[in-house]
């Protein structure tokens, strides 16, 4: 079809002419190793503090990019750099636990309660082994990923409570970013960890998480799925419900599972509902499942990932069931994130929109914001779209 052929090209286009460019030259620290992602509208750099999550994610990034786009030898070298960064500078000796913020030279700053930080060195290191074809950076990642199911295991232990011990309950964002990575780390290991995982993970999602109550997939709900109706209760977060949503299209199809397939499309067809804004479109950072005003202070916001996992998850539905329904959705929300999100002076995308699509602060990127889920998108999409 020429619409996927021509968006094909407009996707290489901007990865290669726009996006990577601009984190290889503001980003990439050549000095220290690792990456730098507190940058503002042009790309000057505004702190000089580095994201572990970044490290991570960037150090995948530039290797996944390398073996899906093109052999650029410097991609690999800055996914080497960030990876090597990794390993040398952002583990805490003492408990085995990443940081979660770092000096530009290497000295931990903060930690944080949550295992992100480790998910994305080892989705790091399992694609730059792929990459490079160095074996011990995949046996590095899968003994990390080991590693991170014993912090999750003894809990308390290695990662805080975040509530006091009345509230008991469990969090969706951990139990969907584990099926990516261990998905990620199937491409250099057959170890049956990490099936084990995926298996574990998605029957945590179908048991607890979503409700069919509210036709929804919830972010935070008791030991056994019990409903917390309280403001944090009903919170639903559409853009990770979306990228859940595409995790599990990503499985289905390499276990050939229908039953899981319909599953990730229950949970995108409730989330586009719950997320699009009919009014402005774009994807809205949250809801409440009944209808009462959530709490977050950026609830009617759109941020740049959830436009980004939901033109993901609308072509990955389109392609796999051939519904004009999710076609239809993937062009409102394709078109909308492009209007919006790209800067037209400045390369790289805005990262944060008022509800109306106005550009809230114009900085390329923070601790948070940085060269994943947009170049993420775009390799995605380039390889959807190659047989489309």
Known sequence: MKYWQDWNKKYLKE???????????????????GVYTCLDRDGKLMDSTKSVWFQGRFGWMAAYAYNHIEKNKEWLKASKSCCEFLDKYCFDPADGRAYFEITAEGVGLRKRRYVFSECFAAIAYAEYSLASGDKAWGEKAVELFKRIRKFVAEGAKYMPSKYEPCLKAQGHSLTMILIN?????????????????????????????????????????????????????????????????????????????????????????????????????????????????????????????????????????????????????????????????KDKKYPEWYGYLHRDGTVAQPAKGNIFKGPFHIPRMLVKMHDLTLDM
């Open 181 to 341: 990575v261990a998905n990620v780390l199937k491409q250099i290991s057959d170890d049956p960890v990490l099936d084990e995982q995926i298996t574990e993970s998605i029957g945590l999602l179908t048991k607890y998480f979503i409700h069919p109550e509210f036709k929804a997939l919830l972010e935070m709900v008791g030991p056994n799925g019990e409903f917390i109706d309280t403001l944090a209760g009903r919170v639903i977060n559409p853009g990770h419900c979306i990228e859940t949503s595409w995790f599990l299209m990503d499985v289905a199809v390499a276990r050939g599972d229908k039953e899981l397939l319909k599953t990730a499309l229950k949970i995108l067809d409730w989330s586009w509902v719950w997320g699009w804004d009919k009014k402005y479109g774009g994807i809205i950072s949250f809801k409440d499942c009944r209808n009462l005003p959530p709490q977050c202070y950026e609830q009617d916001m759109k941020f740049w990932w959830p436009q980004c996992e939901t033109i993901i998850a609308t072509a990955y539905a389109y392609k796999l069931t051939g519904n004009e329904k999710y076609m239809k959705w993937h062009k409102l929300v394709n078109d909308w994130a492009w209007a919006h999100l």
């Open 15 to 33: 990865l290669t002419g726009n996006i990577m460019p601009f984190w290889m030259k503001n980003g990439w620290d050549r000095k220290n190793g």
